[in-house]
C-alpha cells in the first residue's frame, strides 16, 4: 500500500494535475494539506476500521498559543474516535522529532533535530498511544 502527503497550496484550480499526479504515483491514500478551502477544515471518510486524519500544523515560529489550540483540537478529534481499531495522521505537522533507539514511539531513522513541535508531536503521541512511523524506516538523507 502507498500512503503520502501533499501540501498543493490551495486546491481549486490544481484537482485536475493532483489526481494526476496520484494516478501517476500509483498512490492508495493521500492526506492532502494546505488546499485553501475556507470553512472546510474538516471532512470525515470512514473506510472499514481505519480513521486517517489529515491535519497541517502550524510552523515552529508561531506562538505558544496556536500551537496549543492546534494540539488541543487534534486531541479532542482523537478523543472523539469511538472504539477506533486504527489511527492513521497523515499531514504536515512541522514536526522535527530525531531518532531514538529502543523507543516505542520515535523510530531510529530518523533526523538528528528535534523542535519544539517535535517535542508536541511526541508528547501526544505517548497520551494517545501513537508511533512517528517515518523514523522506524531508513530513508535517503535528501527524505529526512
Not at 496556536?66 to 492513521?88: G, H, M, P, S, W
Request: hydrophobic letters at 35%; glycine letters at 8%; a positive charge.
Amino acid at each position: 500500500m502507498s500512503i503520502g502527503t501533499w501540501n498543493v497550496q490551495g486546491i481549486s484550480t490544481k484537482t485536475e494535475e493532483v489526481f494526476k499526479e496520484i494516478k501517476k504515483y500509483n498512490m492508495d491514500i493521500v492526506g492532502l494539506t494546505e488546499t485553501k478551502k475556507k470553512g472546510k477544515g474538516t471532512e470525515e471518510k470512514h473506510c472499514h476500521q481505519v480513521v486517517f486524519i489529515v491535519v497541517y500544523a502550524p510552523n515552529d515560529y508561531a506562538t505558544v498559543v496556536k500551537k496549543d489550540l492546534f494540539y488541543q483540537e487534534l486531541t479532542k478529534v482523537i478523543d472523539n474516535i469511538a472504539d477506533r481499531k486504527e489511527l492513521i495522521i497523515l499531514g504536515d505537522l512541522n514536526a522535527r522529532t530525531g531518532s531514538r533507539n529502543n523507543d516505542l514511539i520515535v523510530g531510529q531513522y530518523g533526523e538528528n533535530v528535534v523542535n519544539d513541535n517535535g517535542d508536541r508531536l511526541i508528547e501526544l503521541c505517548q497520551q494517545q498511544a501513537l508511533k512517528i512511523t517515518n523514523g522506524w524506516f531508513k530513508h535517503k538523507n535528501i527524505h529526512r
